[in-house]
Each structure stands twice: as C-alpha cells, then as structure tokens.
C-alpha cells in the first residue's frame, strides 16, 4: 500500500511540474510565430491533447484485449477509465480547435479546411457511443465484455475515419497548411515537451481515475457480502 | 453438417419466415417512398441539380433502411426466445455470425434493389449502373459486417432501437464517406481512375471489419 | 490575444473540473465504504 502511494506521490509532483514547464516553454521560451502572432500557441496544448485522446482509446483497446483474454477486472477498470480521461481531453482539442480556428479562419467551424478537427469529433461521438453503451446493459460482468467489444470495434474504425476524412477533403484544395514542416527548433522542442508532460499527466490521471474503480468495486462488494448476511 | 450447411440453415430460415410475412418488403417500400417525398419536399425545390444532392439522399436512405432492418432481425428472435435457442444450438458460434450476416446482406440488398427504380424513377437519374451497383454492393457488406455484431450487443441493451444507431453510425461513417463520395463520381462520369482508392477503400474496410466482427462474436452472445 | 487566452482558460478550466470530480467521487466511495465495512462487522458479531 504504502509503495503505491508513493507511485501516486511522485506522479502528482511530476505532473505539476512538468505542466508548469510546459506553461513556460510555450508562453515565454517559444518564438511568437511571424504569420498568426500568439494565436500560434494554443498548437502546443491543442496537438498535445489530441495525442492524450488518441492514446488513451488506444489503452483503452489494449485494456479490451487483455480483458477479453483473461478476463481480470482490473483490465476493464483501465479501459473505462481511460475513455473518460480521452474524452475529457478531446473534448479540450475540440473546444481549443475550435477556438483556434475562429482566431485563424474567422469560422468556429471549418468543415472543408480542417478536417482533423472533423475527425477529432468523431473520436468524441464514438467514445460517448461507449459511454452510453455501460449505462445501458445490465449486470457488472456483461457490461465489460460489451465495452471491451466495443472499445475494440471503435478503436479500428479510427483509421479508416482518419483516411476518408482525409482524402474527402482533397478535392478541395489545401489552403494552408497548419502545422506547416518547418517548426522552427525551440518551437519543436516545446511541442515535444508539451507531448511528454501530457502523457505524464495522462498516467497520473490515470492512476487516479482507475482506484476510483477499484473503490466502486470493493464497495460493491461490501454490499453484495451485507445483502448475503441479511438473506442468510 | 458440415460448417457452410449450418450458415445456409440460419440464412434459409431467415428468409421462409420473410417470405410467409412479407412485412419487411412492405414496411420498406413505404419507407422509401416516404423518404423521397420528405427529402423532395426539403432539398428539391431549392436545387436546380438533383444529381448533386442524390448521393447524399441515396446514402441516407440507405444508412436508415439498414438499421430498420437490423434492429428488427434479432428483435424478432429475441421476441419469440428464438435467440437463446440458436444459442443453445450446437454449433460454432461464428456459424451464428455468418449465417446472421448473410441474412442481413441479403434482406438489406433486397431492400436497396427495391429502391433504386423508385430513386431512378422519382429523381429522373439512371441509378442502376454496373459500377454503381459494385459500390453499393461493397458498402453494404460494411453495414451488415459491423451492424451484426452491434445489434447484438444493442438487443442486450436497455432501449435498443435508440443503442444501435448510436454504437453504429460513428462506425460506418467511413462507409457512408466513401460510397457517397464514389456515388457522386459515378453520377458526374468521372473516369474510373479517379475514384478507384475509394472502391479499394471500401473492401478493406469490409474484409477487416467482417475478420474484427467475427473475431469477437462470440464474446458478445456467451453467457 | 483573447482567443490565446480563451483556449488555455478553457483547458485548465476542463483539466481542474475532471481532476475534482475524482477527489470527491473517491472520496464519497472512501466514506460509503468505511460504513459498509461497520456495517458488516456489526452484522458479523
């Protein structure tokens, strides 16, 4: 217990920590970009919270797989608990997409010139598909095994999305081009710190979020064990 | 009996109890001249091309029909106990899928089949083209492939009518993308070359999803 | 500037809700069973 909770500890301080410097990577050390000004600096943590989505659905197929398998508990904690944790930090690359877009291209919503941000949406409509799901079947056991299905099924969809989102688009031509090849060093540097801390962050949250899990579970034992003793 | 002799019994079942009731033929040709009126009434009168709206319509069309078709499938055998039975029957569960696909491929073509002259007719285009058969051909082994599987978990749910469109269209919306899109080139004449990685698109997306679907299958209808 | 400021408002704004609803779903679990394993002692003696 005690090794545990000093797992949890040194990812609480990590995480912090690596936020804060992130904060000052992007706001002071990195370059204001020549076109777009400050806007340009939302990219770090918008990009940054996608990476965090898309990796947690990934855990959260793993999680299925190793459920399916083995059929261990814990597994399944992990898989629900990453969904909420993406969808919390979809829903961030949604809002700040979005956000972004009106600062760049004038329109909340840019169908045609960004379809990322299309696909992005589409990962949140899913994992909320997955959401909804849990709520809806009865009976702890089999609502694993239905979300594990299902996290599997959405997770290989995602590509597919990715390439027709993609290649929807191109008919169209390209306006600009975000991210552009050409991210200067210390701009790079910053994204690429920006995606460790987030991926820290993400784990710690992670950590959290899946005692939460195993606390649900223990009371749902306590429970069955006192409705038991009362029938018996 | 060997394993394709248990899939054609599953299918042919299927298809003698449609054949004695004939509701799923009726119901959908209401459906689809219902769905042309609306959608008349709300793009046509605005639009001096039909062909640029009728992929999308058609595609609608066919997404909606689909789901009416699939959540009805195992909701009759749930209704009658029939799923426990075939359940309980002795056999390969992937048996259970296939047979189950094959029977929604072919309920779903045959709804497709039925309104394509309709389409022809009431939107003055000829829809019914070799290439434009080849493709929704394709995008309808996607729709049965996954909304298989997902009406089966949707049929465990509480409010299943609501569940299945809600856990299969973010799925097949790759589908709906791609068919529209190769709809819309057939409409235009664009040369084949043009819209051949779509068609490709369109079977990778089948083979992998009938390989995932039937792979997990039987996590989905044990116990 | 206000977009700059309005992204990352939104972010940590986001980041702080989900972390609090955590703490106090952990929290609630955490009292709900220290009285549930009273509850089963009790019922034991």
Known sequence: MSKSLRIEDVLNWLSGLSMMVALYLVFVYAPTEATMGHVQRIFYFHVSSAWVGFFAFLVTLVGGIAYLRGGNRDWDTVALSSVEIGLTFTAMAVITGSIWAKATWNAWWPWQQEPRLVLVSILLLLYLAYLMLRAFVEGEERKARFAAVYGIVAFVSVPFTFMSVRWWQRLHPVVFEREGTHLAPAMLATFLFCLVAFTILYFTLLLHRSRLGRLADQAEGLKERLRTGEGG | ?223 | MGYLFAAYAVFWGLTFAYVFTIASRQKRLENEIEALSRAVKREET
């Not at chain 2, 997404?63 to 799923?83: H, I, Y």
Request: include cysteine; charged fraction near 15%.
């Open chain 2, 1 to 223: 009996m060997s394993f394709l002799n248990k899939v054609l019994a599953i299918v042919g079942k299927d298809v003698v109890a449609e054949l004695r009731t004939k509701e799923m033929f009726s119901s959908m040709l209401v459906f689809a001249l219902l769905v042309i009126v609306i959608f008349s009434f709300s793009f046509e009168l605005r639009v001096e091309n039909v062909a640029q709206v009728a992929p999308g319509i058609l595609w609608v069309t066919f997404v909606f029909a689909s789901t009416l078709e699939l959540n009805r499938s195992l909701a009759m055998e749930m209704e009658n106990g029939c799923l426990d039975g075939l359940f309980l029957a002795p056999m390969d569960r992937s048996a259970i899928y296939f047979g189950k696909m094959l029977g929604n491929l072919i309920f779903i073509s045959a709804i497709e089949a039925l309104m394509l002259p309709i389409f022809s007719v009431l939107f003055d285009l000829n829809l019914i083209l070799p290439s434009l058969l080849l493709t929704i051909f394709l995008g309808t082994i996607g729709f049965a492939a996954v909304g298989t599987l997902l009406s089966a978990i949707a049929v465990n749910t509480r409010a299943r009518e609501v569940m299945l469109p809600v856990l299969l269209f973010p799925i097949i919306l790759p589908v709906v993308i791609s068919a529209t899109k190769v709809t819309g080139g057939i409409l235009d004449g664009v040369p084949l070359a043009d819209w051949a990685h779509w068609l490709r698109f369109l079977v990778a997306f089948d083979i992998i999803f009938l390989a995932v679907s039937y792979m997990t299958f039987d996590f989905v209808v044990q116990g």
